[in-house]
């Protein structure tokens, strides 16, 4: 089942629950502004974001395109300093990228050229210090699963663009950060790829506890992941609805309660695209 709900409540100490107990939350962005300057002025991209994340808990960002769900992205991870409002990690306040703490996958795997598969794997591991032996023990260890056994030497010229991706997903679980930010990570592979690596991402999800909030324009992925769903504005990005996912896994999107779902999400992101679409966004 699943349950529907207004827009996520404004700053200040936010607390949710897990199990019937209060925690604080593990994300929490305030009051978030943003806007981005052109050559015709200003183009708000959010407004007035508030939003709470919960220790080791999986939130989808649902929205149209250009509704500001990478921005709010590249603000939590400490990429963009928002106009105004702040975000929170485990009490501390972000003025910049933390990589213990927080791991990203873009649209754009962004893989250095002049490194094998595996070589890109490793980077931030080499970052960090890790031991050779070590960060190549890792980096196999993650490759094998997406799929990329064989591929360890490989440059990013060699591999297709799916193989690419899985790359850089790999790359950022390899920094075994407590939080993982995940942007579009599967828009580029096939549809078959695109399930299975779904079922891999919640198997890791579910072995390691990560909090992760994960960007995607597909009501179908955002309901086989999610333990939530937040849904967007058109731009400038608001939160309009946010939806509590509590259908067994493995989930079936054939029963009456995942229909309901997909209805419910589409009745709430529909006039959104249909207005970002009229704007030429």
């Known amino acids: 089942m699943y349950h529907a709900g207004a827009g996520s409540p404004a700053g200040g100490t936010v607390r949710g629950t897990i199990l019937g107990v209060a925690t604080p939350a593990h994300i929490d962005v305030r009051g978030v502004r943003k806007a981005w300057p052109t050559r015709d002025g200003a183009v708000a991209a959010l407004d007035d974001i508030s939003l709470t994340v919960l220790p080791h808990e999986f939130l989808t960002i649902l929205g149209p395109s250009g509704c500001g769900k990478s921005t709010l992205l590249l603000i939590i991870g400490g990429l963009v300093p928002p106009d105004a409002g702040e975000v929170w990690i485990a009490g501390q306040r972000v003025s910049g990228p933390d990589p213990a703490r927080l791991a990203m996958a873009f649209q754009d795997p962004g893989l250095f050229p002049w490194r094998t598969a595996l070589e890109n794997v490793e980077f931030g591991l080499e970052l960090q210090g890790v031991p050779a032996r070590r960060r190549r023990e890792i980096a196999r260890s993650l490759l094998e699963p997406v799929g990329l056994r064989g591929f360890e030497a ?128």
């Open 154 to 281: 490989r440059f990013p010229k060699e591999l297709s663009g799916g193989m690419k991706q899985r790359v850089a997903i790999a790359r950022a679980l390899a920094l075994d950060a407590p939080i993982l930010l995940m942007d579009e990570p599967f828009g580029a592979l096939d549809e078959q790829t695109r399930l299975l690596m779904g079922e891999w991402l919640l198997g890791i999800w579910a072995r390691t506890k990560k909090t992760v909030v994960f960007v995607t324009h597909s009501l179908q992925e955002a309901i086989l992941l999610s333990q939530r769903i937040v849904v967007m504005t058109s731009r400038p990005g608001r939160i309009k609805a946010s939806f509590a996912v509590t259908l067994p896994a493995p989930r079936d999107l054939d029963t009456g309660p995942a229909a309901a779902l997909r209805a419910d999400l589409w009745a709430a992101i529909r006039e959104e695209s249909r207005r970002a679409l009229e704007a030429g966004l």
